[in-house]
């Protein structure tokens, strides 16, 4: 993820602009404790990527009855609420978007944050889903309801009831703080990456930067100008490979607008270069060798100190943790107004760093670039599936755990788009999106087309998915690269990667399998209802 700060201009995209689109009304007929519920058919937690393409799935389905509920203003996800300096995408341009709404009007390889969110507004308005989403709405508690057999969702703009949920809730949205003692004790300015203060002036200030994952390495080099002195707090040196970034001419926007297979075809390629790296993350770690010896050219390239040059090699294997892109990192260590502090962070006072070492480091703001709740975050806990457990609960015993990442056992009518072991280390999420929501579609086509009232995942193939998936895991980079890393969970297992090829994801969720679900059938009574439903919106909507 990359993202930055200063608005620039919208990217030119081929639809019509997001403040023509309606917001959604809220849930009007939603009462307090005793009152009425809206029903629907769908309800999509979340309105980033995942969220807004299973809006535009459903609604190109032909389906009307859903609702997206977004904690933010508007769409956007991680990508609107990272908005930090120097913000922008490590993964390909033409690769990180929709395959069914191309850019041919990227500016660069790599995209900064304000044109991709600039991007998902476009396309959000192109859909016309304004009418469909509920913005600045929290969901607060979503409970599955044996007895009526569906989700009772209690959200700040209105309670819902759901034959099914979507969660589209990203990985990278609950921002996660340091636990350091005297950190609320901080006189200066101290925010998260993933909540970047604008207002607050950096310049001529002593700053210091905790972390060096893929938002530091971004933030760093953008603010390193106009800061008075940076310290960069290093816990793990990351691997950085050189950033292959460039501006797109005029004449090849032009191309491709004009000749859209020129830019699949590009994005064909892209695609296919990117897959060649999972042979070496997820079966072969010898061949990355070539990648590491690049990256320490990188390193020797930008760092003359030998001392300096240690500390920031790191002791793993390359792919072990998340491999990071950047030209200005390692010649922004070596500047004479940075120091790289490698020793943990003992305490934080009022005006003060002070490391395990004894050292005091005198700072005016502290930019926490931490990382996020991946394996833990805080939204499992509102979701209440069978005998009223949250999804917190469960994994916290067994770890997180997912059929196809998809569905999990004791949480009926429930679906993930990119849940548990679906995340890449070299590739684009959006392609993995796109595979979840086909099998979306198809589990509710089954649905409808079987009259089911329940779908739910069986244990014992939940169980042997995932034990079949760790095993596969053994053998990647992420297992035998000598690291700890944010993809395990607190029982050492890999829960965030998918451990093969994208394509062989794809290909895995392509249909809905019901055969390894336990179903349920519709009633006449429930049928009954539907209809009733059905004919209040037509009525209402005429």
């Known amino acids: 993820m990359t993202q930055a700060p200063a608005r620039t201009p919208a990217a030119e995209t081929p639809s019509e602009t997001p403040s023509e689109t309606p917001a959604a009304e809220p849930a009007a007929d939603a009462g307090g404790a005793g009152g009425s519920r809206r029903h629907v058919g769908v309800l999509i937690i979340g309105a980033g990527f995942a969220g807004l ?3 535009i799935r459903l609604a190109k389905d032909g389906r009307e009855d ?16 990272n908005t930090y300096p120097g913000a922008a995408c490590d993964v390909p341009s033409h690769l990180y978007s929709f395959s069914f709404e191309l850019n041919p009007n990227w500016s660069r390889s790599f995209s900064p944050q304000p044109e991709i969110q600039d991007y998902l ?13 509920l913005y600045d709405t929290e969901v607060t508690l979503a409970q599955w309801d044996d007895a009526a057999q569906q989700w009772r969702v209690d959200t700040t703009g209105g309670d819902f009831t759901a034959d099914v949920v979507v969660s589209a809730v990203g990985a990278l949205c609950e921002p996660k703080l340091p636990d350091i003692k005297g950190i609320e004790n901080f006189r200066g300015e101290i925010f998260h990456s993933a909540r970047w203060n604008h207002s607050a002036d950096l310049k001529g200030k002593r700053v210091a930067l905790i972390g060096t994952g893929a938002s530091a390495i971004q933030i760093g080099p953008s603010i390193v100008d106009d800061v008075a002195h940076l310290d960069v707090y290093q816990r793990t040196a990351p ?34 270069g990117r897959e060649l790296y999972m042979v070496g993350f997820g079966f072969q770690p010898k061949i990355l060798q070539p990648a590491q010896w690049l990256a320490q050219r990188n390193i020797a390239k930008a760092i003359d100190d030998p001392t300096l040059r240690e500390r920031v090699t790191p002791n793993w294997r390359i792919g072990c943790k998340r491999i990071l892109i950047s030209n200005t990192w390692y010649p922004m260590l070596a500047r004479e107004h940075v120091d790289l502090v490698t020793d943990g962070i003992a305490e934080i006072r009022e005006h003060s760093i002070v490391t395990a070492d004894g050292a005091e480091r005198e700072v005016d703001a502290i930019v926490v670039a931490t990382g996020f709740h991946v394996t833990d975050s805080p939204t499992y806990e509102r979701i209440l599936g069978r005998a009223g457990r949250s999804l917190a609960d469960v994994w916290d015993e067994h770890g997180q755990q997912a059929y196809k990442g998809a569905a999990v056992a004791g949480f ?5 788009v990119v849940g548990p072991n679906t995340g890449l280390g070299h590739s684009s999420m959006v392609f993995m999106i796109e595979s979840h929501l086909n099998y979306l579609s198809s589990a509710l086509t089954t649905k409808d087309e079987q009259s089911l009232a329940t779908f739910e995942v069986k244990p014992d193939v939940q169980q042997r998915w995932n034990e079949r998936l760790q095993n596969q895991m053994k053998q990647t980079i992420w297992t035998t690269g000598g690291c700890a890393s944010w993809y395990l969970d607190k029982h050492g297992n890999n829960t965030t990667l998918w451990p093969s090829f994208t394509f062989r ?5 392509r249909r809905f399998d019901v055969e390894h ?15 009733d439903r059905s004919a209040d919106r037509e009525g209402h909507a005429a």
């Not at 994801?505 to 969720?509: A, E, I, K, N």
């Open 505 to 509: 994801f794809r290909q895995l969720t």
């Open 412 to 416: 009926p009518n429930l679906l993930f």
């Open 53 to 55: 393409g299973a809006a």
């Open 517 to 531: 679900y336990v179903t349920t059938q519709e009633t006449e009574a429930d049928r009954a209802n539907a209809s």
């Open 239 to 272: 691997w950085v490979m050189p950033r292959h970034d460039r501006d797109y001419p005029k004449a090849e926007k032009l191309a491709y607008r004009h000749v859209p297979l020129l830019q699949r075809a590009a994005r064909e390629a892209i695609y296919w």
């Open 66 to 81: 859903f609702v997206v509920i977004e904690r933010g203003s508007e769409v956007g996800g991680t990508w609107r609420d």
């Open 121 to 133: 507004r476009s396309v959000a308005a192109k859909y016309h889903l304004g009418d469909k989403q």
